[in-house]
C-alpha cells in the first residue's frame, strides 16, 4: 500500500503492507513534528542557524538527532530534518511488527524491506536520466537521503543536480547529503573532489553525485541499472 500524507511542510509517501502501519507513520509525523515546532519556539535560532548547534538538559528526540547528524557534518541541525522525521515514522511502523516499510520525505527515505526495491535518481535537468539501483531486503532500518542544488526547496550552496548518501543512520544520510550537495561544484574534478565531505565520515557507507553530464561514486554503493524515473512518483508538494 502507498499513501501521500502532507502535515504543513512535511510531505511525504508512505508504503507498507496494511493500512494500520501507515496510519501509525502518520501518527508519528505529527508527534514528531509537533515536539520539533514547540522547540523552534522556545529557540527559533535552532531552525535558522547553518552551523553546529549546542544544546544542553532535556529536548525531544527529534531534536537530539537532527543536532547529532549535523554537528558531525559540520552544519546546522535543519540538515537533518526530513531524514529524521523519515526515521522516526519507519521506527514506528517496525515497533509494531512490520517488515517492510518505507516513507520518502521528498527524497530523504528510511526504510525496512523484506523484499528487493527499485529506486529511482531524479537528477534535474542533467542528461543522466532513468537511472536507479536496488536495495536488497534488509531486517534492519537504513537510509537512503538526497540533497540538490537544482531540485526542491532545500538550501544548497553547490550544483549538485543529485547528491545521494546511504547510510544506517537516517538522520546523518540526510545531513550528509547535504554537505555533500554544498560541496559539489561544476564539472568532473569537482565530482571527484565532492566526496571529501563524507568519506572519512563514520557510519556513511557509501555516496553517488551527479553533477550535469558527469556521475561520481564513493564507497559501497548499490549497483546502477535502468529505471522508469517518471516526475509525477517524486514525492513533493
Keep these: 500500500m502507498k499513501e501521500h500524507f502532507r502535515l504543513k511542510e512535511t510531505i511525504v509517501t508512505i508504503q507498507a503492507d496494511i493500512p494500520f ?25 535552532f531552525q535558522s542557524t547553518l552551523e553546529p548547534y549546542d ?12 543536532v547529532d547528524a549535523g554537528n558531525t557534518m559540520g552544519i546546522g541541525p535543519m540538515s537533518a530534518v526530513a ?4 526515521a522516526l515514522a519507519v521506527e514506528a511502523m517496525v515497533d509494531a511488527g512490520a517488515s517492510f516499510a518505507m516513507v520518502d520525505n521528498g527524497g530523504d527515505i528510511a526504510l525496512i524491506n523484506d523484499r ?49 548518501v546511504f547510510s544506517d543512520n537516517v538522520s546523518l544520510a540526510d545531513a550528509a547529503a547535504t554537505a555533500l550537495g554544498n ?9 571527484e ?30 549497483e546502477l541499472q535502468r529505471a522508469d524515473v517518471r516526475y509525477e512518483c517524486i514525492t513533493k508538494g
Aim: charged residues 20%; aromatic residues 8%; contains cysteine.
Design 83 to 86: 531524514g529524521t522525521i523519515s
Design 55 to 66: 544544546i544542553n538538559g532535556d529536548f525531544p528526540e527529534v531534536v537530539r538527532r537532527m
Design 183 to 191: 560541496a559539489t561544484g561544476i564539472g568532473k574534478e569537482a565530482v
Design 116 to 164: 528487493p526495491v527499485l529506486m529511482g535518481i531524479y537528477a534535474g535537468n542533467s542528461p543522466l536520466k532513468n537511472i536507479g539501483f536496488v536495495m536488497e531486503p534488509r531486517d534492519s532500518i537504513t537510509g537512503v537521503c538526497t540533497s540538490s542544488g537544482n531540485v526542491g526547496p532545500s538550501i544548497s550552496f553547490g550544483m549538485a543536480d543529485a547528491a545521494v
Design 21 to 45: 502501519y501507515i496510519e501509525l507513520a502518520r501518527g508519528s509525523i505529527r508527534i514528531h513534528r509537533r515536539e520539533l515546532e514547540s522547540y523552534i519556539t522556545s529557540d527559533p535560532f
Design 193 to 222: 573532489l565532492s566526496f571529501d565531505a563524507v568519506k572519512d565520515v563514520a557510519g556513511i557507507k557509501g555516496a553517488i553525485v551527479i553533477q550535469d553530464e558527469y556521475m561520481g561514486f564513493w564507497g559501497d554503493v548499490p
